[in-house]
C-alpha cells in the first residue's frame, strides 16, 4: 500500500520517484525475480564466457526465480529461431565489414596510383593498412567460429535449455484456465484500446496476436497476490508501455504499473533492463559480471532498437504504399463515377422524352378512327420500356459505382489514420540508455 501522509507534498507519488540505491539493491537481494522471454533467450546469444557469468548470476537467486507461464511459452517457441537470426547477423557483419575492408583497400590503392608514389614508397603505406584492416577482419571472423551455438548442434544437445530446467524447475506458473484465459484476452483487447499499460502497443498493432504482454503481466500479478512479496522484473523490453521516458529518457517503469501492483497485490514493484541487472548485481550478490558482458547485452539492446526502428519504417512504407494505391482507385472511380452520372441523366432524360412522346400519341389517337394511331402508340411504348430498362442499368451501375466507391474512402481513412498513429508513436530506446532506478 502506499505510504500515504496528509499534507505532505511526495507520500502518495512514489511510482513516479526514483528509487533509491539502496531499495534496488534490496530488491536484487529479496525480491522474487521474474525474467521476461528475451531476457531468457540472451543466453542463446552470447559468447560462453558471457553465457556462464549469467548463468552465475541466476544461480544465486535460483530459489526466488519465477517464470510466468507465457514467458515459458514463448521461450520455447523461439528456441532455436533466436540462434539461428543471431548466427546468420554474425554472418551479414562479417560480409559487410569484408566489403567495407575491399572497398577501402581499393580506394588507398587508387589514391597512390593519382598521386604517382612510386611502388616502393607506396608500400610503405600500404603494407601497415593492410595489415591493420586484416587484423580487423580476423577478429571479426573470429566472432563466427568462437560462437559455438547452431540450431543443428541444439537439436542434439542443449547445454542451455539443460541448466535452465534445473534453475527453473518447480517455478513456472500454471496455465489460465480456458474461461479465464478468454477472460484475460478479452481484458488486454480493452486495455489496448484504451492504452492502459502494459501490452497496448502490441495490441494496437496485432489486434489478438499481441495479447502477450499482458498476459506476463496478469501472471504476475497472480504470483504477487498469491505470494505477496515484491516483484522484480527484469526485461529488455523498452516500449513505450513498460517504461516511462522524461526528456527523452527512459527513467524507470510506468507508473502505472508500480501503481496497480501495489493496489492489486500490495506489494512494491521494481523493474530493470538485463544490463543494468547485471551490473549491480555483479555488486550486490557478490559474483562476476564482466564488462564485456555487459556490452554484450548493450550491444543486443541497440539492435533490437534498430529492429524495431527498421521495422516501424517498413510498417509506415507498407502503409503509405497502400494508401497510395486506394488513392489511385478513388481517382479512377471519380472519372467512372462521373460518367455513369452522366449517362444515367441520358438515360432518365429519354425516359422523359419517351413518356411526352407516349401522351402526345394517345391523345392523338383517341379521335382518329381506331387502329390508324395504335402503331404510334404501341411503338412509343415500347421505346418508353426500353428507356426504363437501360435508366435502370445506369443507376444500378451508379449505386455498384459509389459503393466501391465509400469502401474505399473508408480504406484510405483508415490507412491515414495509422499512418498518423505510426509517426507519432516513440520508438523503444536502449537499454544501456536512460537513469534507472
Not at 107 to 129: C, I, V
Not at 206 to 213: A, F, L, P, S, Y
Request: charge should be negative; glycine fraction near 4%.
Amino acid at each position: 500500500m502506499s505510504n500515504y501522509r496528509s499534507g505532505s507534498f511526495t507520500s502518495g507519488y512514489e511510482e513516479f520517484l526514483r528509487k533509491s540505491t539502496m531499495e534496488v539493491d534490496e530488491a536484487i537481494k529479496s525480491s522474487v525475480v521474474i525474467l521476461d522471454t528475451n531476457a531468457v533467450l540472451n543466453l542463446y546469444r552470447m559468447k560462453p564466457s558471457a553465457r556462464r557469468e549469467y548463468l552465475q548470476v541466476l544461480k544465486k537467486i535460483e530459489s526466488r526465480i519465477w517464470i510466468p507461464r507465457k514467458v515459458a511459452d514463448e521461450f520455447h517457441e523461439n528456441r532455436l529461431s533466436s540462434v539461428s537470426s543471431h548466427v546468420n547477423s554474425l554472418k551479414k557483419k562479417s560480409e559487410a565489414v569484408s566489403q567495407a575492408a575491399e572497398v577501402l583497400r581499393a580506394a588507398l590503392r587508387d589514391f597512390y596510383k593519382l598521386h604517382s608514389l612510386a611502388d616502393g614508397k607506396s608500400n610503405e603505406y600500404l603494407t601497415p593498412l593492410n595489415s591493420s584492416i586484416s587484423d580487423i577482419t580476423g577478429a571479426v571472423e573470429k566472432e563466427i567460429t568462437d560462437f559455438d551455438l547452431t540450431p543443428e548442434k541444439l537439436l542434439s544437445r542443449d547445454p542451455i535449455l539443460e541448466e535452465l530446467a534445473l534453475l527453473f524447475d518447480g517455478k513456472v506458473g500454471d496455465e489460465f484456465s480456458d474461461e479465464v484465459r478468454d477472460e484475460v484476452e478479452e481484458e488486454a483487447l480493452r486495455r489496448g484500446k484504451e492504452k492502459i499499460p502494459p501490452g497496448y502497443v502490441d495490441v494496437q498493432k496485432k489486434n489478438v496476436e499481441g495479447v502477450g504482454d499482458y498476459f506476463i503481466w496478469r501472471q504476475m500479478l497472480d504470483k504477487a497476490k498469491s505470494g505477496k512479496e515484491s516483484i522484480l522484473f527484469v526485461s529488455t523490453d523498452t516500449k513505450e508501455d513498460w517504461v516511462r521516458v522524461q526528456c527523452g529518457l527512459p527513467v524507470g517503469p510506468r507508473p502505472e504499473l508500480v501503481r496497480e501492483m501495489r493496489n492489486t497485490a500490495g506489494v512494491a514493484y521494481y523493474q530493470l533492463p538485463l544490463a543494468v541487472f547485471l551490473s549491480r548485481a555483479a555488486r550486490v550478490l557478490d559474483v562476476s559480471v564482466s564488462q564485456d558482458t555487459i556490452d554484450q547485452v548493450n550491444a543486443r539492446g541497440s539492435e533490437e532498437t534498430r529492429s524495431v526502428r527498421n521495422s516501424h519504417e517498413r510498417h509506415i512504407l507498407e502503409r503509405v504504399r497502400r494508401l497510395a494505391g486506394v488513392e489511385a482507385k478513388l481517382d479512377s472511380l471519380r472519372e467512372r463515377l462521373g460518367n455513369a452520372a452522366a449517362e444515367s441523366e441520358v438515360a432518365d432524360q429519354r425516359v422523359r422524352d419517351m413518356r411526352t412522346l407516349l401522351h402526345r400519341a394517345k391523345a392523338a389517337s383517341a379521335g382518329s378512327p381506331e387502329g390508324t394511331e395504335n402503331r404510334e402508340v404501341s411503338r412509343f411504348a415500347t421505346d418508353l420500356d426500353i428507356a426504363h430498362l437501360n435508366l435502370e442499368q445506369n443507376l444500378n451501375r451508379f449505386r455498384v459505382l459509389q459503393h466501391e466507391y465509400e469502401e474505399l474512402l473508408a480504406m484510405r481513412d483508415s490507412y491515414r489514420e495509422e499512418i498518423e498513429l505510426l509517426q507519432d508513436a516513440p520508438l523503444s530506446f536502449s537499454q544501456s540508455q536512460g537513469v534507472w532506478g
